[in-house]
Nanobody
Framework: QVHLVESGGGSVQAGGSLRLSCVASGYTFSTGCMVWFRQAPGKDREGVSSISTDGRPAYADSVKGRFTISIDNAKNTLYLEMNSLKPEDTAMYYC?????????????????????WGQGTQVTVSS
């Protein structure tokens, strides 16, 4: 059984930083690819960043240059380093896994086709 557990969310002021973690159990990153989504109240779920089976990252334009996705295979953990946070980054952040493999590109924009979801971690950025 696959479990994805996020942590690291919190409340920060604009310009601050947070690092989100997603620990996977029952799932091996090398068999698929991973995506960070976020959802703000009243808005659709948005794909923020993804990392392919062979380690290629992709980012939404809104976070490019500020967020960094990475994987520590030894810890079976996915990370999202978020810097220069803005109030518009406020949302519930979810990690998600797609069964694969997905080489070169991990579909980031659409939540359809995601096989496993975490429970989410809240990020609140105040101005």
């Amino acid at each position: 059984q696959v479990h994805l557990v996020e942590s690291g969310g919190g409340s920060v002021q604009a310009g601050g930083s947070l690092r989100l973690s997603c620990v996977a159990s029952g799932y091996t990153f090398s068999t698929g690819c991973m995506v960070w989504f976020r959802q703000a109240p009243g808005k659709d779920r948005e794909g923020v960043s993804s990392i392919s089976t062979d380690g290629r990252p992709a980012y939404a334009d809104s976070v490019k240059g500020r967020f960094t996705i990475s994987i520590d295979n030894a810890k079976n953990t996915l990370y999202l380093e978020m810097n220069s946070l803005k109030p518009e980054d406020t949302a519930m952040y979810y990690c998600a896994a797609r069964s694969g493999p997905w080489y070169g590109n991990c579909p980031r924009t659409q939540p359809q086709g995601v096989d496993y979801w975490g429970q989410g971690t809240q990020v609140t950025v105040s101005s």
